[in-house]
T-cell receptor, first 113, second 118 residues
């Protein structure tokens, strides 16, 4: 079946460091890909998405490019802030007509000042 | 304005009890979902309703019964609660544009309900 694999966490960085969180997927057909973020004590918020190969999603300084050849959707940010500390989830939608999200295991990110 | 709301935020109960979690969305969406997040933060879909019709039902014990009185509400009723039901339950909604095409619309999540079964 369809699945999403994220890099193991937790990830700890200093402020202004470069961030990469790896995400690879297995899917039949052409899924849409998403990154969601969960801040402490809150629900999930969509961070960015890409719906077809070579699309780049971007938001709040974060970027991810849909790479069909490597089945990847890695999340990057050039300079992280303390406020980026959260759990990040990579996900794909795999059902036509109804968007069933399949999530990766989540990566906890902590940014130290 | 709260887009997707859930009540209660916290729920602590004894094994064997029956409890309900309510979800409401004011986004005008046609589709609503329930997800379960376990203690390791792993998120998995449980159910999805489109215009009050069940369209996704993962391998969830039949002690869990979703109910959708209208397309703005999707409640989750759990019978005979077990220790393993302890988790955070998230409701979500989205607008499914066209049946038969991959939906790319964003799912909006509620704040979650933390259920603890003692």
């Amino acid at each position: 079946g369809n699945s999403v694999t994220q890099m193991e966490g937790p990830v700890t960085l200093s402020e202004e460091a470069f961030l990469t969180i790896n995400c690879t997927y297995t899917a039949t057909g052409y899924p849409s890909l998403f990154w969601y973020v969960q801040y402490p004590g809150e629900g999930l918020q969509l961070l960015l998405k890409a719906t077809k190969a070579d699309d780049k999603g971007s938001n709040k300084g974060f970027e991810a490019t849909y790479r069909k050849e490597t089945t990847s959707f890695h999340l990057e940010k050039g300079s992280v802030q303390v406020s980026d500390s959260a759990v990040y989830f990579c996900a794909l939608s795999d059902k036509w007509g109804a968007q069933k999200l399949v999530f990766g295991q989540g990566t906890r990110l902590t940014i130290n000042p | 304005d709260t887009a997707v709301s859930q009540t209660p935020k916290y729920l602590v109960t004894q094994m064997g009890n029956d409890k309900s979690i309510k979800c409401e969305q004011n986004l005008g969406h046609d589709t609503m979902y329930w997800y379960k997040q376990d203690s390791k933060k792993f998120l998995k879909i449980m159910f999805s309703y489109n215009n009050k019709e069940l369209i996704i039902n993962e391998t969830v014990p039949n002690r869990f019964s979703p109910k959708s009185p209208d397309k703005a509400h999707l409640n989750l009723h759990i019978n005979s609660l077990e220790l393993g039901d302890s988790a955070v339950y998230f409701c979500a909604s989205s607008q499914v544009v066209l049946a038969g095409t991959p939906s790319t619309d964003t799912q909006y999540f509620g704040p979650g309900t933390r259920l603890t079964v003692l």
